[in-house]
C-alpha cells in the first residue's frame, strides 16, 4: 500500500529554538496533507493543513512547506516552547478522490528548557 | 468542538477472548474509522465505514470486525483477542465530501492482551 515516510523519529531541541520534521510520499497525485498533534495520553487533533495547489502555509508559529517534484512535505515549528512537546504526524491523502489518510510514524518531540 | 467518545478507555483481555470496543459520535458525520498505533507504526486504519449498516476494510483488517448500527455508533469486534493485538485503539470521524479531510478522535482505547 501507499506508505508515508516521516523523519526523525526523535527529536530534542531547545526552548526557543526551531524544529523540523520532514515527510516523504509517494504518489504524485496526492493533495492533501495536514499535520496532527498528539499530547500525552491525549488524541491527534489536526494542527495545520496544506493542500497540493500550495507550496507554504504559516499559522501561529507553524510553517508547512510541500516540494511536489520532490514528494516531500515538512513541518517547521518557530520558537519552541515546552507545550509544543509532543508527538507530531504527518499524513497524506494517497489520490485525488480517494478519502483515505495515510499516517507517517510519527515524530516525538521534546523542547528542554 | 466535534465529540467522539470511546469507551472503555482501557481493557484488559484474556487471549482468545471477545473484546468489544464502542465509539460514538455527535457530529453528524458520515464517515467513522478505527485506527491502531503502535510505537514506530504510526496511526494504521483497520476499518471504515462511510454509511449505517456498512463497513469497509483498511489497510490491516485481519483479525478484526466492525458494526457500524447507525450513523453515531461505530463499534470494533476481536472474536478472538491474541497478544499482537495489544495497542492503542482510536475512533475517528470526518465529514466527507470527496476526501477524508479533517478527522476527530476520541481519546482512545489501550488494550492489553495477556
Known amino acids: 500500500g501507499e506508505q508515508v515516510e516521516q523523519l526523525p523519529s526523535i527529536l530534542r531541541v531547545q526552548e526557543g529554538s526551531s524544529a523540523s520534521i520532514n515527510c516523504t510520499y509517494e504518489n504524485s497525485a496526492s493533495n492533501y496533507f495536514p499535520w496532527y498533534k498528539q499530547e500525552p495520553g491525549e488524541n491527534p487533533k489536526l494542527i495545520i493543513d496544506?493542500?497540493?495547489?500550495?507550496e507554504r502555509k504559516q499559522t501561529q508559529g507553524l510553517i508547512v512547506l510541500l516540494d511536489k517534484k520532490a514528494k516531500r512535505f515538512s513541518l517547521h515549528i518557530t520558537d519552541t516552547q515546552p507545550g509544543d512537546s509532543a508527538m507530531y504526524f504527518c499524513a497524506a491523502i494517497p489520490s485525488s478522490g480517494s478519502w483515505q489518510l495515510i499516517f507517517g510514524s510519527g515524530t516525538q518531540l521534546t523542547v528542554m528548557p | 468542538e466535534a465529540a467522539v467518545t470511546q469507551s472503555p478507555r482501557s481493557k484488559v483481555a484474556v487471549t482468545g477472548g471477545k473484546v468489544t470496543l464502542s465509539c460514538h459520535q455527535t457530529n453528524n458525520h458520515d464517515y467513522m474509522y478505527w485506527y491502531r498505533q503502535d510505537t514506530g507504526h504510526g496511526l494504521r486504519l483497520i476499518h471504515y465505514?462511510?454509511?449505517?449498516?456498512?463497513?469497509e476494510k483498511g489497510d490491516i483488517p485481519d483479525g478484526y470486525k466492525a458494526s457500524r448500527p447507525s450513523q453515531e455508533n461505530f463499534s470494533l469486534i476481536l472474536e478472538l483477542a491474541s497478544l499482537s493485538q495489544t495497542a492503542v485503539y482510536f475512533c475517528?470521524?470526518?465529514?466527507?465530501?470527496?476526501?477524508?479531510?479533517?478527522?476527530?478522535f476520541g481519546h482512545g482505547t489501550k488494550l492489553s492482551v495477556l
Open positions: 475517528a470521524s470526518s465529514d466527507v465530501t470527496g476526501s477524508a479531510e479533517r478527522l476527530f
Open positions: 496544506i493542500r497540493s495547489n500550495m
Open positions: 465505514s462511510y454509511v449505517a449498516d456498512s463497513t
